[in-house]
C-alpha cells in the first residue's frame, strides 16, 4: 500500500533554480537563493528520512515537524520485521513519547509522516517500483542515518547495512530530479584508528568495494579468520565499516554530483532541553553504564579517568543535522563538507568529572529500583576490575537469584550482570582512549547558524550546555523514560537509599574490621613461627 497516494504534495520550490544548479554540477560557492531562514529553506520540501525508528531517527523526525512547520512531507523508509509489518512499526513510531509534545501543541503535523515499504540491506534498497519513482521525483532533501550500531556485528551484516546500504542510497539519490541536500550520518569514531582527526575522508588500505566483494563471496567462517586483518586498528566493525561508507560518500558523490554532507557525532546522550529535558530511548552504550551505576549495581568500570570524555546531546546532535543540510545547500562547495560534531575540543569534561557528576545526581534523585548505595571505582587494572567483576556484580546478582527462586520468580539478574559485564568490554576502547577532533567547519556552521533568523530554535554550539545541569536531566530521563519510574515515587526511593546507605557503611566497616583481624591473625601467626 503506497501512503503517499492521498496526499497532494507542493512543489513549488524555485525548481528553476534547483534545476539549473542540479544542471550546473551543483558549482563550487554557489548560494540558494531561499534565504537566511532555516524555516524558510525547509518550506515545501519533500524530505527522505532513513533510520526514523531508531534514536537518533525519532528525534530527527520531531524536530524537524516541531520547528520546520512549513515542511510539506516526510516519507520515512521502515522495513518490515518477522512479526511487525510496516504498517504496524510506523504506527508503534508515532505512539511514541518522543512526539507527545507535538501531539498536544501541532497534532495535524503528525499528517505530514508518510512510510514507505523499503530495507537498506536489500539491492535497489528492497523499494517497490511506483515508490522508487515517486522518491526519485518528489524528494528535495535526504537525511540517511539508518545503521546497525552494534559493535559486535559480524562483519557480512554490517558492510551489508553500514557500508553498501549507503551504497544504494546514494544511488537512489543520485536519480532525483528535485534534490537540493543530502546528510550522510556517520561517527566521530570512524577513524578511530588515528588520534587525531581532521573534518575529511581518510582512505583504508582495502578499498571499500574489495571488502565488499570478499563478504559477498567468500562463506562465514572465512571472512571470520580475516575480519581482526581487515579491520587492523579499528575496535570493532562499526566504527570500520562507517569509515568505508565515507569513501563511498566521497567517490559516489563526485560520481553523481552530489549535494552531500557528512555529520560525525560522538557519544550520542540524553537530550539536553528538546523534546524533553533528558529524553532518551534506548540503553546502550553510555546509558546503559548511567542506568546501572544509578542502581548501584555496577561498582568498577574500566576507564582511564584522567582521559576526556565525548558525549554530545541527541537535540545538538539532531539541530546540527538540520543546520548542515541547509548550510549545505545555502553555499556549496567542489569537496564534500564534513562536520566533527563533538564536544571535547571546544567544551572538554573528564570521565573523573563525568562520573562524579552521575554519582552525585543518581543519589540526588534515586530510582525505586536502587539495588544497592551508588558508588563506583574507575580503574585501568582489568585483573583487579575482574577481580571486583566477580565479588561485587556476579555473586550479588547471584544471590539475588537464589532468592528469587525461593520466591517462585524467574531469575534474571547474573543474566542482566553477564549481559552488562559483555556491553561494558565493548565500551572499554573508548574509555581507555582519546582523540583530538578538528571542527572548523562545526565552528562556522555555529557563527552561520547565529546569523540566521531562527537560530533560537536551532542550537548548535555545544559550549552553551551545562554538564551539571545536563547529567541532572540525564539521571531524572533514565527515571523516567528507561525505568518507567514516576517522580511521586522519589521520596520513597530517597527513604531506600538512606537504608542502603547506611547498610552499605556497616558492611564496608565490617569488612574492615574482619580484615584487620586477619591481618592481626597472620602476624601473630607469623611472629610465632619466627619464635
Known sequence: MNFYSCVELETDIKMSTTNAQTNSGHAHDKVHPRGDSINVFFAKTVILLTGATGFLGKALLEKLLRSCPLVATIFVLIRPKKDQSVEQRFQELLNNPVFDRIRSEFPGTMNKIFPVKGDVGLPDLGLQPEDRDMLIQRVNIVFHSAATVRFNESLKIAVNLNTMGTDRMLDLCGRMTNLISVIHVSTAYSNADRREIEESIYITEVKPYTVVDMCENL?????????????GKHPNTYTFTKRLAEQIVMSKGSQYRLPIAIVRPSIVGAAYQEPFPGWIDNVSGITGLMTEVGRGTVRSIVCNAKLVI????????????????????????????????????????????????????????????????????????????????????????????????????KPIMVKVAKRFDRAAKTGEFFAMNEWKFYSSNMTKLVKFVRASEDCDNFEVDIRNVDWDMYLHRYMLGIRKYILKDNLDTLNNARNRLSRLYWIHKFIKTLSIIFALLGLYKTCNYIKHICN
Not at 564536544?343 to 543519589?363: D, M, N, Q, R
Request: charged letters at 20%; aromatic letters at 12%; one cysteine or more.
Open 310 to 409: 565525548d558525549v554530545v546531546p541527541v537535540d545538538f546532535v539532531v539541530n546540527t543535522l538540520i543546520c548542515a543540510s541547509w548550510h549545505n545547500a545555502m553555499q556549496r562547495t567542489d569537496t564534500i563538507k564534513i562536520y566533527n560534531c563533538t564536544s571535547s575540543t571546544v567544551h572538554p569534561i573528564t570521565w573523573s568529572e563525568f562520573g562524579y557528576l552521575v554519582k552525585k545526581h543518581a543519589i540526588k534523585s534515586p530510582s525505586k529500583y536502587v539495588m544497592w548505595y551508588p558508588g563506583f571505582t574507575f580503574r585501568k587494572n582489568k585483573f583487579i576490575h575482574a577481580m571486583i567483576v566477580a565479588t561485587l556484580h556476579i555473586l550479588p546478582a547471584f544471590i539475588v537469584d537464589l532468592i528469587l527462586r525461593v520466591q517462585g520468580c
Open 219 to 231: 562463506d562465514d567462517e572465512t571472512i571470520g579468520l580475516i575480519e581482526r586483518r581487515l579491520i
